[in-house]
């Protein structure tokens, strides 16, 4: 299986960012991290080899970028607005220098964004603001509401960075019809932390008719890798 390491100067974040590619070529996945996560946490937690037979067989090719949250989210030395916006500087990062490399590599136009924990809110938050891109999104155990983050502070900015906000308010043909055509799939642990959070997310899709999968996984199942490395084996 090929593996890749790519680092280079973003201009849009003012640092260097690293990131790893599997495979040769295939439906291109980008991978978010969990909580203030590292670029190789999907490998060192058995994920790459949970399909890797896949990535073999030029099904898929797997993008593993790292975050910024511990400058964004996670940043309480700075406002919350400030928060905000070095969380869109990211997206910008992820929209302009990591999907062109995706694509090109590839040879695909559209991309499939998966998560784990808090990288699942990247992924489908990333997936509904840019669903002319975005073809499948596999959101594992995750939280879609940011306010937690926000001590009380609540601007225009965030609310579009808000999924549980801004998808009910949606009501452009263009992204409804694009939300419709894409593969959305949450899926959570009968005895996860975030299960809440994926009813409500469910709930909100179903009542604007955006078609998704809500996949409960039963047996006492938590909010922890040995679940998403199943999930990633049956997803993709």
Known sequence: MRRDYHNWYSQRLGRNMELLAYGHTGLPVLVFPTSQGKFYEYENNGMIHAIWQKIERGELMVFCVDSVDSESWYNRSIHPHDRVMRHVAYENYILYEVTPLMKNLSGQGQICTTGCSFGAYHALNFGLRHPD????????????????????????????????????????????????????????????????????????????GIPHWLDVWTGGEKHDWPLWQRMAVKFF
């Open 133 to 208: 891109l975005t073809s499948t999104c596999i959101a594992m155990s995750g939280s879609y509401d940011m306010k937690r983050f926000m001590d009380g502070y609540y601007d225009m900015d965030f609310y579009f960075q808000n999924p549980v906000d801004y998808v009910p308010n949606q009501n452009d043909p263009w992204f409804l019809d694009r939300y419709r055509a894409m593969k959305i799939v949450l899926a959570a642990g009968d005895w996860d932390i975030c299960l809440g959070d994926n009813f409500r997310m469910a709930n909100i899709l179903g009542e604007k």
